[in-house]
């Protein structure tokens, strides 16, 4: 059974917070999804992905693609990911759910703190969530670092 950990980003955003994560998603040996809710924005994430420094490369395709069950990280707008993975990675307020949660070994749900709406948004999916009975880990950056405020 999984966890949700929301991420509330209010010091850096998303285009660096998302290549932190998925490093240490990885680092477990997890495949990844990345879902977001416009292909654009996919693609505008994907470009953001491979101008990463070359000593922190993360190999991921965006979803379309003729290998899309080989990538070990998987740019997607779709509901379904095709490479089979242990990680969710929410953005831009994409669904995810209850089932989702309890099936994969971990949900991330990022969203910008700036945005009135993503936090409303946010505050949804985690009364949702946890009203369903997942797991699920509130973390914040407002210190200027990541600390845990809330689980339930």
Known sequence: MGAAYFYHLTQRPLEETLPVLLDKARSAGWRIAVRGTDLARMQWLDDRLWLGPDDGFLAHGLAG????????????????????????????????????????????????????????????????????????????????????????
């Not at 700036?114 to 948004?121: C, E, F, H, I, L």
């Not at 973390?139 to 600390?147: I, L, M, Q, V």
Request: charged share 20%; hydrophobic share 40%; glycine share 6%.
């Open 65 to 152: 693609g003729p290998h899309d069950s080989l990538q070990p990280i998987l740019l997607t707008a779709a509901v379904e990911a095709s490479n089979n993975p242990a990680c969710m990675m929410s953005v831009d307020g994409a669904e995810i759910s209850a089932a989702e949660v309890n099936a994969l070994e971990r949900v991330c749900i990022l969203f910008d703190g700036t945005d009135p709406d993503a936090v409303s948004r946010a505050r949804v999916q985690w009364k949702s969530l946890t009203q369903a009975g997942c797991a699920a880990q509130y973390w914040s950056e407002a210190s200027g670092r990541w600390e845990k405020k809330a689980e339930s």
